[in-house]
Nanobody, 124 residues
């Protein structure tokens, strides 16, 4: 079992920045791959970014590439998403997810555990 708790969401103006964090417990953090997904009102949940077990491999959706940066600190069981140059279309509930193998997954169906989500709202 893996428990995930996100934090860091909020309201920000377009062009601003936010940093999301996800703290994991219950399993050796350094052996699992992690990801961020988001779901806007009336839309399906979509992939944002993912990172492998060591942090050496990352992947981003085209919509956030160059603006968002995913990272992890295995000593602190924490994954982060630094979001810069935010746009109104980034408004969504952001979810942290974990999969119990070491390699990146790009689909929500590849993840076994989910956090409760944190709201990010970007005003124009």
């Amino acid at each position: 079992q893996v428990q995930l708790v996100e934090s860091g969401g909020g309201l920000v103006q377009a062009g601003g920045s936010l940093r999301l964090s996800c703290v994991a417990s219950g399993r050796t953090f350094s052996s699992i791959a992690m990801g961020w997904f988001r779901q806007a009102p009336g839309k399906e949940r979509e992939f944002v970014s993912a990172i492998n077990y060591s942090g050496g491999i990352t992947y981003y959706a085209n919509s956030v590439k160059g603006r968002f940066t995913i990272s992890r600190d295995n000593a602190k069981n924490t994954m982060s998403l630094q979001m810069n140059s935010l746009k109104p279309e980034d408004t969504a509930v952001y979810y942290c997810a974990a999969r119990t193998i070491t390699t990146i997954g790009l689909s929500e169906y590849q993840y076994n555990y989910w956090g409760q989500g944190t709201q990010v709202t970007v005003s124009s």
